[in-house]
């Protein structure tokens, strides 16, 4: 069911789920302070309570009234909104939202139904809208398929294409825990060395995850005959889960997937690659 964006506002005040559009892929929102609903969020997508979820907010102003704020997070702050979560230490954010962490992953995300739908509801807890484990959603129908009954604001396809850089600013060095389109080489050249993966736990990063119904296998870049050919890095990002979810409906097992060149948005479009054929 698609509803508009005063709809979703009415839905999300009274403790409801909505599905919306961001620019990297859909969200399962909820209102990031009514527990009800975001314990909601769990039981739709299936997902274990300890998996902390993001906690989407309008600008860096609310980013910082829900934590305690790094001064390492002011040299990256003008590439909100956009594509980069940062974990930082929780502040005022219910348990359910950070899974019992004392931290709390926050990032404004850069679609106008997102932004309008937070400067009317308020934070907003939205993880990926797929089931647990599965690929996420970059356009509205791919939310249908997946959850008939929750209500979707359609935002058109989504232009990244995969989820936020996530980017942790807890320790001594800051740690990317995922990446997407704001690379390494950016937040290295804003903020010195960056630690890469390790120890601090973000559970959507577990090596089996994003992962298509047919076998996923990868071949190097530029292997002709690919089901996914490779493409450039942002065209491939973007249209990446799109095919996933199109080799599945049509049957293909094994998927053969061509890695990207692993520049730029390539190395996060590699690493989901290699999640999904990881299982
Ligand atoms: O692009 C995105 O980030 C999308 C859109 C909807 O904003 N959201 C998304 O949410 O990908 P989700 O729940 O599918 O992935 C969130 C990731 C998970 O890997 C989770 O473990 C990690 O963020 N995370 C959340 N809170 C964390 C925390 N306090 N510490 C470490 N990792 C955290
Ligand atoms: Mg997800």
């Known amino acids: 069911m698609r509803i508009s964006v005063p709809a979703a506002v009415e839905r999300l005040r009274s403790g409801g789920l909505v599905a919306m559009p961001t620019e990297t892929v859909y969200g399962l929102a909820a209102d990031a302070l009514c527990e009800p609903a975001v314990h909601a969020i769990f ?24 934590t305690h704020w790094d ?51 308020g934070p907003l807890a939205a993880p990926s809208a797929n089931r647990f484990g599965r690929v996420s959603p970059t356009r509205a129908e791919h939310v249908e398929a997946e959850f008939p009954e929750i209500p979707v604001v359609d935002g058109g396809a989504c232009a990244v294409g995969l989820e936020s850089t996530i980017l942790a600013l807890i320790g001594p060095v800051p740690r990317l825990l995922r990446p997407g389109a704001v690379t390494l080489e950016v937040l290295m050249e804003r903020l010195g060395p960056v630690d890469v993966g390790g120890d601090i736990a973000a559970p959507g990063t577990l ?15 530029g292997t002709p005959g690919a089901h996914l050919p490779t493409l450039p890095p942002e065209e491939y ?17 094994p998927i053969v997937c ?15 690659l290699r999640r999904a054929a990881n299982r």
């Open 237 to 253: 990002a973007r249209g990446l889960y799109d095919a996933l979810r199109a080799c599945d409906d049509a049957g293909v097992d």
């Open 71 to 121: 001064p390492r997070g002011d040299g990256l702050i003008d590439l909100w909104p956009g594509p980069l979560t940062l974990v930082l230490p929780r502040r005022g954010v219910p348990d359910v939202v950070t899974g019992g962490h004392d931290t709390v992953a926050v990032r404004v995300p850069d679609h106008p139904v997102a932004l309008a739908l937070l400067r009317g509801v």
């Open 258 to 272: 061509a890695l990207a060149p692993p520049v730029g948005i390539g190395v996060a479009v590699n690493d989901r």
């Open 43 to 66: 039981a739709a997508k299936g997902r274990p309570a300890d998996h902390p979820l993001i906690l989407h907010v309008a600008d860096a102003d609310a980013a910082r009234a829900h």
């Open 207 to 221: 090596p089996s995850h994003y992962a298509p119904r047919g076998r996923v296998l990868l071949v190097p870049a």
